[in-house]
């Protein structure tokens, strides 16, 4: 089975040729493109008909699956809130996708999911979590998301919008503004987007990477120290209501040599005596390939 999955991302839109068989999947082509800058709905979809057609080279797809960075309605029809993107709220998304794809001679069967959720499906069919029934990924970029797999599982809840973890309270600071229209929230504290913004104000690279090999310096060390705090309280607010068998690191974040390992020993402290032993925190071996292969497969999930 040929699909394409696509990762719609604020700088840049990524898309795949897939292969399944059987078990196995392979990533046949691959094409990225920078995000516009209008970020509309228009120029969106006409870039993502592109890439699918470009990524398919002439071959027939089966299954186009999109990853929006964003709340889905239950049907996953409807993109109800997209912070980033001018346009695409409250807009059903694939009914604009579908035309421009026919236009381009291809007529597959469309989909699309939360990214962090492909990033989960992906990692479930092909990644860390293969052969898992109950595990988390966080994605750890300019925000923080998260797929949830429960008894072999996608987890979304009754209104299609659970495993935002990022948007879990973490400070009751009401000046801790979010994206989505609250505040206090995790991703306004342990984000990379966050780190970046302290550093500029202490006259410092705002830049992760960057920041995260300067541990030396006690004004670098401090603001990740306080956002990987904050990040392992809410993996172990997690841990006690979910009990996952693993937990998956992905996202830009996540390729911070050690990051895994200092994480997990700053979450330690948090949990109850039983379930220490059981925590297990790993990064992604897939990176931002997850997302795609996820994208590919959504629609070999049992909803």
Known sequence: MLSVGVDLGGHTISAALVERKGETARMLSRADRETPGSRGLDEVVQIIAGMVDEVSQGRQISF????I???LD???RKITRLTNFSGLENVYFLEHLAPALNRR????LIGMENDANCSAVGEAFCG????????IVLTLGTGIGSGIFVNGGLLTGAHGMAGESGHMTISGKSDMSCGCGSAGHLETIASADYIERGARQEGLPPNFRLLWNMRDDKRADALISNALDA???????LVVVLDPEKIILSGGMSKAEGLAEEVRARTLRWLPLPLREQLRIEASA???????YGAASISMLER
């Open 128 to 135: 860390a979590a293969k052969g898992c029934r109950d595990f």
């Open 69 to 71: 960075p964003g709340f």
């Open 74 to 76: 239950k049907t996953r």
């Open 286 to 292: 897939l990176g931002t390939e997850a997302a795609l």
């Open 64 to 67: 186009v699956g999109i990853g």
């Open 231 to 237: 990040l392992a309280g809410g993996i172990a607010s």
């Open 105 to 108: 001679g291809l007529s597959p």
